[in-house]
């Protein structure tokens, strides 16, 4: 699917499994509830990556966007 | 519930317990007041968490939003 | 009292005792006299504490909103 | 082609192969799909670069913005 | 006198001496002559304390507002 | 010529060399194409200079305004 | 020269030396030409000093208004 802005990305991985990698290199792994345009993000069923590792399990998150570095969305 | 967009997380969750973790990795628990775009948050009978151990014991708390790195909000 | 915004913790703390934590870890604990919508306070009669302990008295004082982490309000 | 202004610089890299290097001074390359004017970015095909070596394949990858030092646009 | 918000401290300070405390814990010190809402201010006969030592004499100075850690105004 | 605001200092400098140091310490020297009133720039024939030696030539770069500390613009 | 607002001190030293402190301590001086609003400055004939001796002589300099910690305008 063709994007046309950066955030058609997340609205096109809602209900799907995305990765959050934030600004110290840890990860979230979640099914993406909703997002904003500051990209704060809920993600559900979240895991918490340390170098590929889960560490915590935190179900449902509220992430704030700037802690954000990237984000692997639905890979189409 | 389905959620529209990430701060209905917050908004199911009023008087209900929330986990805030700071950018510190310092945590807060308590049980939500009221909040508002920035994220700037009221918890009531709030904890501090260093290390998942309680160390202070703070009451009524107003959290400035640009400390927190994520929220655990109600879980449904 | 029902807050219904997180800045309701200060309007029912003005005259009142109040601590401000920075993001240093210093904290700030004196009488609310105003505040506004950047959490710039100010605070009368205030006092450093560093560790819990007093370290200076500062009399008045304006505090720009930035450096708050948290601050612990009037406990009704 | 001349440029009017500095996204007339990612206008023209669409669909091409662009490096991003991150204020870490780790890199992003792969085809740039669209951006905004935050600079955030998505790559598509995306490779981690550290001091030039591969580190990961990322697929399709959303940056956020203000993560970004500067950007290698499509070299006319 | 009553303040009814923060900036207030800095009115009723104008031509006295203030001190002001930056986010490395360096103060300066003068005759506060005017001030913004970014908390940008000019003083006068201005004096740099290290730990409570002068280090330097500054004259008339220009800060910039987002270096502002807290300021006593004039102690009414 | 005289200059009644900073962005003409960028003005007068298109496609002229200019040299960008960036907060880090490390410099771009090449011919400014076009930049914003963010400060984002782009450059064309760019050379990142460490201490004043070459490191990389980079051809044409995008780079983002909230990097720069200073830009040595053409000197007229 | 009373002043009534913050940049008054920088329009009054249109024309003469100023020196500029950076966040990171350096300072550099020259004959300021032209700002703005952010702090963005124009100087000519700038020399950057650490402390106190000049490093380098920079010719015209255009200065990212957020690298500043504090201007000595024009000593009236």
């Known amino acids: 699917m063709e994007l046309t802005k950066p955030l058609d990305a997340l609205n096109i991985s809602k209900g799907q499994s995305v990765l959050v990698e934030f600004k110290t290199g840890v990860q979230y792994q979640g099914r993406l509830e909703t997002f904003d345009i500051h990209l704060n ?3 559900d069923d979240a895991q918490e ?3 590929g590792n889960v560490k915590r399990k935190l179900g ?3 992430i704030r966007g700037d802690q954000v570095k990237f984000i692997l969305p639905f890979q189409k």
Chains 1, 2, 3, 4, 5, 6, 7 share one sequence.
């Open 41 to 43: 993000l809920v993600i």
């Open 60 to 62: 449902r998150m509220l």
């Open 49 to 51: 990556l340390v170098e």
